[in-house]
T-cell receptor
């Protein structure tokens, strides 16, 4: 079974440009999460989709970030316009359910991340 | 706000030695996770601990949970080079429809031959 995949693995852009990150969750996982790690800091939650709906977007830093999950499959995270402080590693994770009878059902499985550098 | 503190942040140890990584968290939760990350790779789920006194072991790694003290430990026995990686603990916050993980800063473990 394929794991969570993310594209691209690295992106280098200039301040003010737009970047779109993509995440493909594990097949059959309705729940999709975005996190990011800014250098030297903890991995921080950004938002959570259940199918195509945003369940929780309390971690989104500002309105320059737009996440979508059309059709409830893959998700994109767009940063427009990018700022220097947006540099970091963006992780995507997926889980079968939000809360299950078994931890294996609600464990979040992570992708390798996209390293974003804004110059 | 849930906070997770992990220490040490860096750990250099010799092969064959034992050591423990600590994870303290501030708010009650019924899911505590340990993840491992190799450079450039995904975070790999190692353990999920659910209840007080839970202990799980996989090879040279053993994780335990004390919910009263809000403390989890990851114990490494007789370290080998293959264990070199960054280890994260994460606590699930679930409330008001939210199911987000709060992470510690991670412990970068280097096992030296």
């Amino acid at each position: 079974e394929a794991g969570v995949t993310q594209f691209p693995s690295h992106s280098v852009i200039e301040k003010g440009q737009t970047v779109t990150l993509r995440c493909d969750p594990i097949s059959g996982h309705d729940n999709l999460y975005w996190y990011r790690r800014v250098m030297g800091k903890e991995i921080k939650f950004l938002l959570h989709f259940v199918k195509e709906s945003k369940q929780d977007e309390s971690g989104m830093p500002n309105n320059r970030f737009l996440a979508e999950r059309t059709g409830g499959t893959y998700s994109t995270l767009k940063v427009q316009p990018a700022e220097l402080e947006d540099s970091g590693v963006y992780f995507c994770a997926s889980s079968q359910v939000e809360r299950g009878a078994s931890p294996s059902q609600d464990t979040q499985y992570f992708g390798p991340g996209t390293r974003l550098t804004v110059l | 706000e849930l906070k997770v503190e992990q220490n040490p942040l860096f750990l250099s140890m010799q092969e064959g030695k034992n050591y423990t990584i600590y994870c303290n968290y501030s708010t009650t939760s019924d899911r505590l996770y340990w993840y491992r990350q190799d450079p450039g790779k995904s975070l790999e789920s190692l353990f999920v601990l659910l209840s007080n006194g839970a202990v799980k072991q996989e090879g040279r790694l053993m994780a335990s949970l004390d919910t009263k003290a809000r403390l989890s430990t990851l114990h490494i026995t007789a370290a080998v080079h293959d264990l070199s990686a960054t280890y994260f603990c994460a606590v699930l916050y679930s409330g008001a429809g939210s199911y987000q993980l709060t992470f510690g800063k991670g412990t970068k473990l280097s096992v030296i031959p």
